[in-house]
């Protein structure tokens, strides 16, 4: 049963506009907000606690800076309001973007919602997160399945599918170091704690969730930990609250490795940081791996102590940048193997050329040009641009009469200095009106600019190519091919 990917929905649910303050019905979809802040509410507590007050718990109404939850008697309202309101508020502003005021009703039939319920029943309890112990008898592969959803593991984020470029070379060594270095008890560890930063989606997670992989891989007696960092405090705190934080200590301390994910967060969690500085100590004294990622270096994050910061730079800072070209065509690559996909390598190009910044974002649009695959034959490319939402039109703007002479000039192998002369030869001239024909439909210069850019002065001879390229086109596949793959090359 598939939980909710919280991180994704975060990430990716469309943030309010804060400040606006007119609205007064937001087109907030409850249900999904609900589901959000219950598997908040199911992260930090036990399966018995959850069932006693949010089972039959549901947000009824978001409006005018209140959100409105029903549940189904005074008791639980009681404690509710006393125990989680705080909690609750936390959720919803971050699920919404608002802050709001907490409001709940009681409505003692109890609303039946079954289909949200099954959908999202629980997966494991928190308890059984980290200290899992194996039987004797249990095979191998049932250890190693167990002990990674035990660690909050993806088993899909290995170090085997993660492309290593010069944006992470440095990034993947430490990784390999850790892994090199986890059985290492006596001696100091080389790199502790590991600090990531990067801007998001250039693959943090997927490295770290790689180390812990393969950690338990190699011995899956091996006690991983990955949290988020709000994961990591809203169990400090109520450990705090129900004050066991004794139990929180201790089941920290017999990780072997701990990884904290979007570490940026503690910043707003001031009070806390306290407690996490010991909790760190407390695992580093211990000779316990600890790995961080942030979006950002220890020194921009705000609101810390500097005994913080410190310890987040204590060990091994290393940025993840942003792939270049040649690697984000190679992650695409085997994004397709993974997926067992096949998309022409010109789209796969097309994809890597466009989105620069986010390998996130790049296996998103690698997804909607697999799905129209799917649909029928191959997508054109003027359809993939499309999907990409790329903007043709100011590319297009962009483009010169130079890269339009370059170009030709590449695919019809005859030089710009042929193209620009007097030469009347068959495949001299042939280049030379598929340049006039370029820039005249598809850049839209002007009859005389065009001319010009060939050394020509009369603008009628301009007409005649143009005419002559789309007849031409018509009756020659192979000439039309080339035009196409000059128009790929010049604005793609
Ligand atoms: P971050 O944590 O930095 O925001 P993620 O680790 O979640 O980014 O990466 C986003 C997506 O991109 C994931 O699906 C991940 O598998 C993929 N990805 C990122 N970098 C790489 C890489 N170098 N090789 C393969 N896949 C990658
Ligand atoms: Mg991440």
Redesign the pocket.
């Known amino acids: 049963m598939d939980k909710i990917d919280f991180e994704k929905y975060i990430t990716e649910m469309p943030k309010p506009n804060m400040e606006s303050t007119t609205s007064t019905v937001e087109d907030f979809n409850t249900e999904d907000i609900w589901k959000i802040v219950s598997e908040n509410l199911k992260m930090i507590l036990d399966r018995v606690e959850y069932n006693s007050w949010f089972s039959d718990t549901y947000l009824e109404d978001i409006r005018n800076g209140v959100a409105t939850l029903s549940c189904s008697s005074e008791f639980k309202r009681g404690t509710i309001l006393r125990d989680y309101s705080k909690f609750l508020q936390s959720c919803l502003t971050r699920a919404t973007g608002q802050n709001l005021q907490l409001e709940i009703l009681i409505k003692s039939s109890g609303i039946k919602r079954k289909d949200t319920q099954d959908r999202y029943e629980f997966v494991s309890t928190p308890q059984q997160s980290s200290v899992t112990l194996f039987s004797g008898i249990e095979s191998d592969s049932k250890k190693y399945k167990q002990a990674l959803s035990s660690a909050r593991l993806n088993p899909?984020?290995t170090f085997d599918?993660?492309?290593?470029?010069p944006n992470?070379r440095l990034a993947e060594a430490v990784a390999q170091a850790v892994v090199h270095d986890i059985n290492n008890n006596n001696l100091t560890k080389s790199y502790n704690p590991v600090f990531y930063y990067?801007?998001?989606?250039?693959?943090?997670?997927?490295?770290m969730q790689a180390i812990g992989n393969e950690v338990i891989k190699k011995d899956p007696e091996k006690k991983v930990v990955y949290v988020s960092i709000e994961q990591f405090l809203n169990e400090m705190i109520e450990a705090i609250r129900t004050r066991k934080n004794e139990d929180f200590r201790s089941k920290y301390r017999e990780v072997d490795l701990l990884i904290i994910?979007d570490i940026q967060f503690v910043e707003d969690y001031p009070k806390t940081q306290e407690e996490l500085f010991h909790t760190f100590n407390t695992l580093y004294q211990a000779n316990k791996q600890i790995i961080l990622?942030s979006?950002r270096p220890p020194r921009e994050i705000k609101n810390i102590t500097d005994r913080l910061r410190s310890r987040f730079e204590g060990g091994m800072v290393a940025d993840?940048q942003i792939?270049d070209y040649e690697?984000r065509v190679a992650?695409l690559k085997?994004?397709l193997l993974d997926k067992n996909a096949t998309v022409p390598d010109m789209y796969l190009e097309l994809i890597a050329k466009n989105i620069e910044n986010?390998?996130?974002e790049?296996?998103g649009a690698l997804n909607k040009v697999i799905t129209l695959s799917k649909l029928g034959e191959v997508p054109t490319y003027e359809e993939v641009a499309r999907i990409l939402q790329l903007d043709i039109e100011s590319k297009r703007n962009k483009v010169t009469p130079l890269k339009v002479l370059d170009v030709t000039s590449s695919v019809f192998d005859i030089s710009v200095r042929y193209i620009k002369s007097k030469r009347r030869m068959a495949h001299i001239s042939l280049a030379r009106q598929v340049v006039m024909y370029i820039l005249r439909t598809d850049l839209e210069l002007p009859l005389e600019t065009v001319a010009k850019e060939v050394n020509r002065t009369d603008h009628t001879t301009v007409l005649h190519a143009c005419k002559q390229i789309e007849q031409k086109m018509k009756q020659d596949s192979r000439l039309a091919e080339k035009v196409e793959l000059c128009r790929k090359k010049i604005f793609f």
């Open positions: 899909k984020y599918n993660f492309i290593v470029g992470s990067g801007s998001t989606g250039v693959g943090k997670t997927h490295l994910d990622a979006d993840i792939p690697t992650i085997q994004s986010s390998v996130r790049l296996e």
